[in-house]
T-cell receptor, first 113, second 116 residues
Framework: AQSVTQLGSHVSVSEGALVLLRCNYSSSVPPYLFWYVQYPNQGLQLLLKYTSAATLVKGINGFEAEFKKSETSFHLTKPSAHMSDAAEYFCAVSDNTGNQFYFGTGTSLTVIP | GAVVSQHPSRVICKSGTSVKIECRSLDFQATTMFWYRQFPKQSLMLMATSNEGSKATYEQGVEKDKFLINHASLTLSTLTVTSAHPEDSSFYIC????????????FGPGTRLTVL
């Protein structure tokens, strides 16, 4: 069975500051891991994904995430927050067949000018 | 590219009625579509996976007779909530992928269902 835990349902950062959104996973098989972003009244958009290749994954809009097996983590980071980054972020985990696909509860990111 | 729409975006209905939600892939052929349900402050929960021309595969605990899914074409899937009750009120999100690529899902904007 697989699951993800997103620590912090709300995160606030100042514009220009580091963004760190936490995601820990539980999986009995090698996981595939994803980060999605949801802007108000829009669908989810894939930011990046880890599918057993490089452990440091670069995504769109300057985001990246590092797969750390020893820590069962896949935290999302961005060096400098922009106002346009304010949104809901979801971490998700799956096995390599897609038969089980689970989302975290989401983290709402607020960027303070 | 890879745009998915949902209609309606919001719907309010009376208890006991049926509601149909449409999910369309606007600029690609979606061999697989997924339906999710999202409760406030909770995860998206996968309800079912449908492949074009086949019966949908429902997740454990999801009533197939309650939530009817039809994926009749490569661009359209529908979710019908039959005999809706207040506990069915939720945010329903669809996603679509091509070539059976579950890891390349494109999400619709969601439909807010309120059952009175």
């Amino acid at each position: 069975a697989q699951s993800v835990t997103q620590l912090g349902s709300h995160v606030s950062v100042s514009e220009g500051a580091l963004v760190l959104l936490r995601c820990n996973y539980s999986s009995s098989v090698p996981p595939y891991l994803f980060w999605y972003v949801q802007y108000p009244n829009q669908g989810l958009q894939l930011l990046l994904k880890y599918t057993s290749a490089a452990t440091l994954v670069k995504g769109i809009n300057g985001f990246e995430a590092e797969f750390k097996k020893s820590e069962t983590s896949f935290h999302l980071t961005k060096p400098s927050a922009h106002m346009s980054d304010a949104a809901e972020y979801f971490c998700a985990v799956s096995d390599n067949t897609g038969n089980q696909f689970y989302f975290g509860t989401g983290t709402s990111l607020t960027v303070i000018p | 590219g890879a745009v998915v729409s949902q209609h309606p975006s919001r719907v309010i209905c009376k208890s006991g009625t049926s509601v149909k939600i449409e999910c369309r892939s606007l600029d690609f052929q979606a061999t697989t579509m997924f339906w999710y349900r999202q409760f406030p402050k909770q995860s998206l929960m996968l309800m079912a996976t449908s492949n074009e021309g086949s019966k949908a595969t429902y997740e454990q605990g999801v009533e197939k007779d309650k939530f009817l899914i039809n994926h009749a074409s490569l661009t359209l899937s529908t979710l019908t909530v039959t005999s809706a009750h207040p506990e069915d009120s939720s945010f329903y999100i669809c996603s679509a992928s091509w070539g059976y690529r579950w890891d390349e899902q494109f999400f619709g904007p969601g439909t807010r269902l309120t059952v009175l």
